[in-house]
C-alpha cells in the first residue's frame, strides 16, 4: 500500500469519530455515517472488519453500535489502515523474502526497505488520542 484508497480513508474518519467520543459511549453507525460523511453500509463493512481485530466493540439490538475496542492512546495510525488497506508495501518486492529474483543483486531493494520502516515507524508514532485531540 502506497496510496490510502477510499476504504482506509473512511476507516480513518470513522473510527477518529469514535476516538473523540466519552469512553464507554457506544455510538450507532448510522451517527459516525452522517458525522464523517462515509456510507453507512461501507462503513458497517469496516467497523465489523475492525471489530475482529479488536479494535472497536460491536453491540447488537437496542442501543447497539460501536466503541473503540481499547483506548485511543493504544491504537495507532499504522494498525488502522493495516487493518483496511493490508500491510505496508511500497513495492511488490517486498510482499515476500525471495519473490524477486534480483533482491539479492538489486541496489535499490534496501532503500525500498527502509522507506517501508519509515512509513510504518511515522504511523506507529501516532495514535487516535492525538488525531481525536487534533494533533
Known sequence: MME????G?????????LAKQAPGKVILVSEVAEATGVPQTFLAKIFQSFAKLGLVNSFRGTG???LLGRPAAKITLRQVVEAVEGPIIPNRCLTEDGSCIRENICTVHPVWRRVQGEIAAILDGVTLEDLARGE
Open 64 to 66: 447497539g453500535g460501536f
Open 9 to 17: 480513508e473512511y476507516a480513518i474518519r470513522g473510527i477518529v469519530y
Open 4 to 7: 490510502l484508497t477510499r476504504k
